[in-house]
């Protein structure tokens, strides 16, 4: 992959987007509506750029975090907990116009997601004018990990800034509402990691895309776009990818489910890494499959003691 990801991974990965706070609960029976359930609930630092930011910076890779929080308890608990597992948030905003994002959401017994809502109204403070302002640090990455929570006009302008500077870009589409703000983008994408739902919507093939063969066709799709790597999450039966050059399934390992906030996040941020470490394809998928695997048996969106070696231990053979 050196083609692909020329860097060394000793330069700063440059994350920009969401951060928030997860809120979760986990029902205890069956979901009554217009009544209160009987929940596990949990709060965690949460957001997609921020949690593959973490996952990253605990896999020992540099990270710079560009992202907007409150200025409020939630920001001040996330620039703390994020820092402390070594990502650089030194330009992060502290808004005063805006609370820190929240994500709220309902999983079932069985650990899958039934509804969720989320204000990300704090990332409307990541303007192009902001990224102008911190260009420099394009300039001084390896790559740029973006999500489509960012506004169109900061999400062009992120890509403008990248291809000055000659750096991949890896993209997460964050939902199925927000994924159609990569569309104009997927040729200048490296990477792209959407669920299958997300994944219909980039290829303009809604509620389209559910079995294994599609996922692998959908995935074709992106690389006909001029995606370099699409993967696509598939939940309980892995992971579907493709390149120009090949394509194939990485099964999922069977696993109890205690929350799926950031399994998603998590396996990216594997796959990034191994990439940047030279790891062939598969193998870097392989990983990310560990890594979303070891994030479902976790309360939080990061596992907190993540390591290179924990993945090895439970990768897929």
Same mark, same amino acid.
């Given at each position: 992959?050196?083609?692909?990801?020329?860097?060394?991974?000793?330069?700063?990965?440059?994350?920009?987007?969401?951060?928030?706070?997860?809120?979760?609960?986990?029902?205890?029976?069956?979901?009554?509506?217009?009544?209160?359930?009987?929940?596990?609930?949990? =709060?965690?630092?949460?957001? !997609? +750029?921020? %949690?593959?930011? $973490?996952?990253?910076?605990?896999?020992?890779? &540099?990270?710079?975090?560009?992202?907007?929080?409150?200025?409020?308890?939630?920001?001040?608990?996330?620039?703390?907990?994020?820092?402390?597992?070594?990502?650089?948030?030194?330009?992060?905003?502290?808004?005063?116009?805006?609370?820190?994002?929240?994500?709220?959401?309902?999983?079932?017994?069985?650990?899958?997601?039934?509804?969720?809502?989320?204000?990300?109204?704090?990332?409307?403070?990541?303007?192009?004018?902001?990224?102008?302002?911190?260009?420099?640090?394009?300039?001084?990455?390896?790559?740029?990990?973006?999500?489509?929570?960012?506004?169109?006009?900061?999400?062009?302008?992120?890509?403008?800034?990248?291809?000055?500077?000659?750096?991949?870009?890896?993209?997460?589409?964050?939902?199925?509402?927000?994924?159609?703000?990569?569309?104009?983008?997927? =040729?200048?994408?490296?990477? !792209? +990691?959407? %669920?299958?739902? $997300?994944?219909?919507?980039?290829?303009?093939? &809604?509620?389209?895309?559910?079995?294994?063969?599609?996922?692998?066709?959908?995935?074709?799709?992106?690389?006909?776009?001029?995606?370099?790597?699409?993967?696509?999450?598939?939940?309980?039966?892995?992971?579907?990818?493709?390149?120009?050059?090949?394509?194939?399934?990485?099964?999922?390992?069977?696993?109890?489910?205690?929350?799926?906030?950031?399994?998603?996040?998590?396996?990216?941020?594997?796959?990034?890494?191994?990439?940047?470490?030279?790891?062939?394809?598969?193998?870097?998928?392989?990983?990310?499959?560990?890594?979303?695997?070891?994030?479902?048996?976790?309360?939080?969106?990061?596992?907190?003691?993540?390591?290179?070696?924990?993945?090895?231990?439970?990768?897929?053979?």
């Amino acid at each position: 992959m050196d083609e692909i990801f020329p860097f060394s991974p000793d330069s700063p990965v440059l994350a920009i987007g969401a951060s928030g706070i997860d809120i979760v609960g986990s029902l205890q029976g069956e979901l009554y509506k217009g009544t209160s359930n009987p929940a596990k609930i949990r =709060s965690s630092p949460g957001g !997609v +750029t921020r %949690n593959v930011a $973490e996952n990253l910076a605990r896999l020992g890779q &540099p990270v710079v975090l560009l992202t907007a929080v409150g200025n409020d308890h939630a920001g001040e608990q996330i620039i703390k907990q994020t820092c402390s597992a070594g990502v650089d948030m030194s330009a992060a905003i502290r808004s005063s116009n805006f609370p820190t994002s929240t994500y709220l959401g309902v999983v079932n017994s069985k650990g899958e997601l039934q509804y969720a809502v989320d204000d990300m109204r704090a990332t409307l403070s990541l303007t192009p004018s902001y990224l102008e302002k911190n260009a420099h640090y394009f300039e001084q990455a390896s790559l740029l990990f973006l999500d489509a929570n960012l506004s169109k006009e900061t999400l062009r302008k992120a890509v403008s800034l990248a291809h000055r500077a000659r750096i991949p870009i890896c993209a997460d589409p964050a939902s199925t509402l927000l994924a159609k703000r990569l569309r104009p983008y997927l =040729s200048r994408l490296t990477l !792209v +990691t959407p %669920n299958r739902s $997300e994944a219909g919507i980039l290829c303009n093939r &809604p509620n389209e895309i559910s079995t294994r063969r599609q996922s692998i066709e959908a995935a074709k799709c992106l690389v006909s776009q001029g995606v370099k790597i699409a993967i696509i999450t598939m939940g309980e039966f892995g992971v579907c990818y493709a390149t120009s050059e090949a394509s194939g399934r990485v099964p999922a390992i069977r696993t109890q489910i205690v929350d799926p906030t950031g399994s998603g996040d998590a396996l990216t941020a594997a796959v990034i890494f191994g990439l940047l470490n030279e790891m062939p394809l598969d193998e870097a998928i392989r990983l990310g499959v560990s890594a979303a695997t070891l994030t479902l048996r976790n309360t939080g969106s990061v596992l907190p003691d993540m390591t290179l070696e924990k993945l090895y231990d439970q990768l897929v053979i």
